[in-house]
């Protein structure tokens, strides 16, 4: 069983994998699937700063990629408890709008708790895209 403070946990965990030497912005994720599985990320920069990927689209691909598209909640902790990017929200909300995500900070501590939805209002998709599974 995983509950919120244990995935908050791993999350904390996979931030220390953070490769962020050029915002020293460290970010982690860790996103539990509905068969239980956990999956992380963590941001990965560049020197081309463009080329910089969010720790939640890490792990969200790396969810998918492991062949479970059907995410149940994530959670994101920071230094700060900032919230998610545009471009993570889109892409969390793909696979489930009703997406729990959890933001937190190092301490452990919840600053927001919503849903994919909520964080992404007016959203675009395409029909048939993949929800509900
Ligand atoms: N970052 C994330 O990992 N997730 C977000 O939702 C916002 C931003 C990362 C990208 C970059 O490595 C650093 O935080 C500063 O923007």
């Known amino acids: 069983m995983h509950d919120k403070s244990q995935l908050i946990q791993e999350a904390i965990k996979a ?3 953070a490769y962020a030497p050029y915002s020293k912005y460290f970010v982690g994720a860790a996103l ?15 020197a081309s700063y463009g080329l910089c990927i969010c720790a939640e689209r890490i ?5 998918v990629s492991n062949g ?7 959670a994101v902790v ?22 729990s ?4 900070n190092f301490k452990g501590e919840i600053v927001l708790e919503t849903t994919a939805l909520d964080l992404l209002p007016h959203p675009f998709g395409l029909d048939g895209h993949l929800t509900n599974f």
């Open 78 to 99: 920071t230094a700060d408890g900032g919230s998610s990017c545009g471009a993570c929200r889109q892409v969390m909300y793909e696979f489930n709008p009703q997406l």
């Open 59 to 63: 792990a969200v691909f790396n969810a």
């Open 101 to 104: 995500i959890i933001i937190a």
């Open 32 to 46: 539990l699937t509905k068969s239980g599985k956990i999956f992380t990320g963590c941001n990965v920069e560049n």
């Open 68 to 74: 479970e598209r059907g995410l149940s909640s994530i």
């Open 15 to 17: 931030s220390k994998l």
